[in-house]
T-cell receptor, first 115, second 114 residues
Framework: AQSVTQLGSHVSVSEGALVLLRCNYS??????LFWYVQYPNQGLQLLLK??????LVKGINGFEAEFKKSETSFHLTKPSAHMSDAAEYFC?????????????FGKGITLSVRP | DSGVTQTPKHLITATGQRVTLRCSPR?????VYWYQQSLDQGLQFLIQ???????AKGNILERFSAQQFPDLHSELNLSSLELGDSALYFC?????????????FGPGTRLTVL
């Protein structure tokens, strides 16, 4: 079984400040981890994914995440927030494929960016 | 634009009714996933098809069913609708499901049951 915990439902930062969105996972098989972003009234867009090739993963729009097996974490960071980053962010975990390729999502975190 | 299309965008219906949601995957993608997004349950996996065959089932109610057709489009059928079925229903597709392939999400169908 797999699960994802995203602590807090809302994070607010000032424009230009560091963004840190936390994600912890639980998985009985080697996990594949993802961060998706959802803008209002839109579908989900992949920011980045961890596939065991490298623990530090760089994604789109300046985001990156680090896989830490010892901490079962996959936190998302961005050095400098931009107003356009305001959206809902979902961390997700899947298994190695086939019938285990479905995504299990966390509850999501709403990111607000203050001018 | 992810390349995944879903119709209709919005659907308003009454309790007890039946609706069909349609999904066209990206060209070449063999795997289709359905997810439900609601305020109380969050994003939940419903069902997956791969090249016409059911591959995995999640928290899908018995009142719900799906299929994937030879042209790879998929339909999600919801029957005996209840107020609690009101949600955003997403379809996602991937080229393969062995290994880690990105799932591309459609814009969703917003279902409102009155």
């Amino acid at each position: 079984a797999q699960s994802v915990t995203q602590l807090g439902s809302h994070v607010s930062v000032s424009e230009g400040a560091l963004v840190l969105l936390r994600c912890n996972y639980s998985s009985s098989v080697p996990p594949y981890l993802f961060w998706y972003v959802q803008y209002p009234n839109q579908g989900l867009q992949l920011l980045l994914k961890y596939t065991s090739a490298a623990t530090l993963v760089k994604g789109i729009n300046g985001f990156e995440a680090e896989f830490k097996k010892s901490e079962t974490s996959f936190h998302l960071t961005k050095p400098s927030a931009h107003m356009s980053d305001a959206a809902e962010y979902f961390c997700a975990v899947s298994g190695p494929g086939g019938a285990n390729s479905k995504l299990t999502f966390g509850k999501g975190i709403t990111l607000s960016v203050r001018p | 634009d992810s390349g995944v299309t879903q119709t209709p965008k919005h659907l308003i219906t009454a309790t007890g009714q039946r609706v069909t949601l349609r999904c066209s995957p990206r060209s070449g993608d063999l795997s289709v996933y359905w997810y439900q997004q609601s305020l109380d349950q969050g994003l939940q996996f419903l069902i997956q098809y791969y090249n016409g065959e059911e591959r995995a089932k999640g928290n899908i109610l018995e009142r719900f069913s799906a299929q994937q057709f030879p042209d790879l489009h998929s339909e999600l059928n919801l029957s005996s609708l209840e107020l609690g079925d009101s949600a955003l229903y997403f379809c996602a597709s991937s080229v393969e499901d062995r290994g880690v392939y990105e799932q591309f999400f459609g814009p969703g169908t917003r279902l409102t049951v009155l």
